[in-house]
């Protein structure tokens, strides 16, 4: 991920966050720094997100776990 595509991505987790959607990395509560390192940093695979709703059906958590790709 470059630093052109980490900065809008920082920018809607922010968002999400600033809406009271809490943001999870591989299973641990995170921020939007710490979920666009991880991005940056990722080999041999991606992060896939996961929208969780609440019982309104509005979003409560956005988790990122990470998927590895085939070699």
């Known amino acids: 991920m470059s630093r052109k595509t980490g900065k809008p991505l920082k920018k809607e987790l922010r968002?999400?966050?600033?809406?009271?959607?809490?943001?999870?990395?591989?299973?641990?509560?995170?921020?939007?720094?710490?979920i666009v390192k991880a991005h940056k940093l990722a080999e041999n695979g991606v992060y896939m997100r996961d929208y969780v709703e609440n019982e309104k059906g509005e979003i409560a958590k956005l988790k990122f776990d990470f998927v590895k790709t085939k070699k």
């Open 15 to 34: 968002d999400y966050q600033e809406a009271g959607v809490t943001l999870w990395l591989d299973g641990h509560p995170s921020t939007p720094k710490k």
